[in-house]
T-cell receptor, first 112, second 114 residues
């Protein structure tokens, strides 16, 4: 089955800097890769996703890149703000199976 | 729309007791899943469903049962609670239209087994 590894487990950046979180997946058949943000005590919320027919997707300050050959994908946050502080999860699935498997999470801290 | 509603929000069980975690969604979503979240281990898939009457096992299904008799409801049953099932449980659902592939999560149930 699918296995998703996520790095780093913690990341501290200064406000205004960029943050990058990386994930690798094992099943080459996976074709859908979402990212979720979870604030302390809250539910996970989808922030961006990408399908395998696209190499990069951007939404304001966040972007996701996908390298299918290497089986890894990354989340990029530019101009970080204190409200970006949260735990971020990547995930992967073969879309029509709906068996969404998550990475172990990255705790991002943005210092003012 | 209420979205995904989970009840109860908190529960304490004694070892060996059984209980059902309720999950309901009012978005007419076909796909629903249950996850458990433990510190340092992310979200692990317990069971999922691709429509009424259809369920399948996830990564950690042992000790849990599910059924999907209606599109709206997807209850999770703990048959005989164990301390290892102490966790936060999230139910999630998604639609099947372009632009709605992402899961919407409920607010979670914090379960403690003593």
């Amino acid at each position: 089955g699918e296995n998703v590894e996520q790095h780093p487990s913690t990341l501290s950046v200064q406000e205004g800097d960029s943050a990058v979180i990386k994930c690798t997946y094992s099943d080459s058949a996976s074709n859908y890769f979402p990212w979720y943000k979870q604030e302390l005590g809250k539910r996970p919320q989808l922030i961006i996703d990408i399908r395998s027919n696209v190499g990069e997707k951007k939404d304001q300050r966040i972007a996701v890149t996908l390298n299918k050959t290497a089986k890894h994908f990354s989340l990029h946050i530019t101009e970080t703000q204190p409200e970006d502080s949260a735990v971020y999860f990547c995930a992967a699935t073969l879309y029509n199976t709906d068996k969404l498997i998550f990475g172990t999470g990255t705790r991002l801290q943005v210092f003012p | 729309n209420a979205g995904v509603t989970q009840t109860p929000k908190f529960q304490v069980l004694k070892t060996g007791q059984s209980m059902t975690l309720q999950c309901a969604q009012d978005m007419n979503h076909e796909y629903m899943s249950w996850y458990r979240q433990d510190p340092g281990m992310g979200l692990r898939l317990i069971h999922y469903s691709v429509g009424a009457g259809i369920t399948d096992q996830g990564e950690v299904p042992n000790g849990y049962n599910v059924s999907r008799s209606t599109t709206e409801d997807f209850p999770l049953r703990l048959l005989s609670a164990a301390p290892s099932q102490t966790s936060v449980y999230f139910c999630a659902s998604r639609g099947d239209r372009a632009g709605s592939y992402g899961y919407t999560f409920g607010s979670g149930t914090r379960l403690t087994v003593v």
